[in-house]
């Protein structure tokens, strides 16, 4: 039996467009997902994206998934940074990040065992 995934094990990598506005992360989202309509109608838009404003925690916590950390070390960044503000503090990363790989916004990935990480 396959041993079950630890949140805080994963690593978040972003896949998503993004930019920053004042301050704060806004993720770009294709307004169409099939190959053909984003290929024909997205370059006749004025605007081809969605934009997702992010507050600021979620700025923050965007702005950590290089690829790199795991949810473990976000989450202790997160701690130091923002205190009791942010408690129950996995429970709101944990919430997040299934919220932004539904929309494929990120990447969740084991650490590669290979490599030793």
């Given at each position: 039996m396959?041993?079950?995934?630890n949140?805080?094990?994963l ?6 467009k993004w ?6 992360v806004?993720?770009?989202k294709?307004k169409?997902?099939?190959p053909w ?5 997205l370059?006749?838009?004025?605007k081809?994206?969605y ?25 202790k960044?997160?701690s130091q940074?923002?205190?009791e503000?942010?408690?129950p503090?996995?429970e ?15 990447n ?10």
């Amino acid at each position: 039996m396959a041993k079950p995934l630890n949140l805080l094990e994963l690593i978040p990598k972003r896949i998503a467009k993004w930019e920053e506005v004042e301050g704060l992360v806004v993720i770009l989202k294709p307004k169409f997902s099939h190959p053909w309509m984003r290929e024909h109608l997205l370059p006749r838009l004025k605007k081809p994206y969605y934009r997702v404003k992010l507050d600021e925690t979620g700025s923050s916590v965007w702005r950590l998934c290089d690829g790199q950390r795991t949810v473990e070390e976000i989450g202790k960044i997160l701690s130091q940074n923002f205190g009791e503000k942010i408690e129950p503090l996995y429970e709101r990363l944990s919430y997040f990040f299934q919220m932004l790989e539904r929309n494929r916004f990120l990447n969740l990935t084991q650490k590669d065992q290979s490599s030793g990480q």
